[in-house]
């Protein structure tokens, strides 16, 4: 079985202060992971992903996540947050092998205050 | 804009109603998923075709029905459905299912609101 855990309901940061959005996983096999992002009456949008090689990720609009296997984590980041980056984020894994089926974390919230 | 095209956008119907949702994605795509969304909530997966092919049914009731006529197209039709079935529904896609390193696509999705 895979899971996804975002033990963060929502996060709270000034517009120009770092952000970041936690996540850790479980996953029998290697993992793919992704962040993706949800802005108000809109799709998923995909922001990065992690599948093998450097731990350091860099995606879309500024963001990046880094990939920690030992602590089986993937936190997205960003050195500068936007007021337009409030918005929900999802992290999800899918194992390399087996069935294969994306599983989403509950979501993080971000709010970034002007 | 999405490279993943929903219709409608809105949906309102009786529970004794037949409606269809549509999705259309040019992309050259070959896996397209149906995901239902509750308010705050990550998207729950529904159905996974595979080369036009049903692969994946998590145990959806059956006044909703799943339809791929071609690679590019993908249909839910709902029959009969319940108060609790309002929501948003999310159609994605994929390279082919199996090589699990790529990103799927999502639309804007259909609100869906039974009356």
């Known amino acids: 079985a895979q899971s996804v855990a975002q033990p963060e309901d929502q996060v709270n940061v000034a517009e120009g202060n770092p952000l970041t959005v936690k996540c850790t996983y479980s996953?029998?096999?290697?993992?793919?992971l992704f962040w993706y992002v949800q802005y108000p009456n809109r799709g998923l949008q995909f922001l990065l992903k992690?599948?093998?090689?450097?731990?350091l990720v860099k995606g879309s609009y500024g963001f990046e996540a880094e990939f920690n296997k030992s602590q089986t984590s993937f936190h997205l980041k960003k050195p500068s947050a936007l007021v337009s980056d409030s918005a929900l984020y999802f992290c999800a894994v899918r194992a390399d092998t087996g069935r294969r089926a994306l599983t989403f974390g509950s979501g993080t919230r971000l709010q970034v205050q002007p | 804009d999405t490279e993943v095209t929903q219709t409608p956008k809105h949906l309102v119907m009786g529970m004794t109603n037949k409606k269809s949702l549509k999705c259309e994605q040019h992309?050259?795509?070959?896996?397209m998923y149906w995901y239902k969304q509750k308010a705050k909530k990550p998207p729950e997966l529904m159905f996974v075709y595979s080369y036009e092919k049903l692969s994946i049914n998590e145990s959806v009731p059956s006044r909703f029905s799943p339809e791929c006529p071609n690679s590019s197209l993908l249909n839910l039709h709902l029959h009969a459905l319940q108060p609790e079935d309002s929501a948003l529904y999310l159609c994605?896609?994929?390279?082919?299912?199996?090589?699990?390193?790529?990103?799927?696509?999502f639309g804007d999705g259909t609100r869906l609101s039974i009356l």
């Open positions: 996953v029998s096999g290697n993992p793919y």
């Open positions: 992309m050259g795509h070959r896996a």
């Open positions: 992690y599948i093998t090689g450097d731990n």
């Open positions: 994605a896609s994929s390279q082919v299912q199996g090589n699990s390193n790529q990103p799927q696509h």
